[in-house]
Nanobody
C-alpha cells in the first residue's frame, strides 16, 4: 500500500508560479513511476506529466510543455511539480499518482487507468 499526500496548491495570478509536492509513504517509493493529473470543474481528469522510477524518462502534456517540470527525490519519497507561467486554464484539482513498475512508456504515463494509487488532490486556482 502507498499513501500519497499532495501539497503546495493555492491561488496565484496568471503568469505566476507554484510548486506542488507529493509525499509518499508505504512501500518503496523508488519502485514507482509517478504522475500528475488534473481535473477542472465539469471536465474529465487529464494527464499533466509523469516521471519514471529513476527519473530518466519524463512525459508532458502538450498544454504544459515548456512551463511545467516534474522531478523526484527518492531519498525524500517526494515528487514535485514546478509550474511556471501559469494560465487561468491551468485551474484544477491536481492529483499525484503512483504506478508500480520500472518501465514507463508514453502510453502508460498518460493512461490514468494504469496507476495504482492516488492522492486526494490539491486545488490550484489561477486568476486572470
Amino acid at each position: 500500500q502507498v499513501q500519497l499526500v499532495e501539497s503546495g496548491g493555492g491561488l496565484v495570478q496568471a503568469g505566476g508560479s507554484l510548486r506542488l509536492s507529493c509525499a509518499a509513504s508505504g512501500r518503496t517509493f523508488s519502485s514507482y513511476a509517478m504522475g500528475w493529473f488534473r481535473q477542472a470543474p465539469g471536465k474529465e481528469r487529464e494527464f499533466v506529466t509523469a516521471i519514471s522510477w529513476r527519473g530518466g524518462r519524463t512525459y508532458y502534456a502538450d498544454s504544459v510543455k515548456g512551463r511545467f517540470t516534474i522531478s523526484r527525490d527518492n531519498a525524500k519519497n517526494t515528487v514535485y511539480l514546478q509550474m511556471n507561467s501559469l494560465k487561468p486554464e491551468d485551474t484544477a484539482v491536481y492529483y499525484c499518482a503512483a504506478r508500480l513498475g520500472v518501465g514507463l512508456t508514453a502510453a502508460q504515463a498518460m493512461d490514468s487507468g494504469t496507476y495504482d494509487y492516488w492522492g486526494q488532490g490539491t486545488q490550484v486556482t489561477v486568476s486572470s
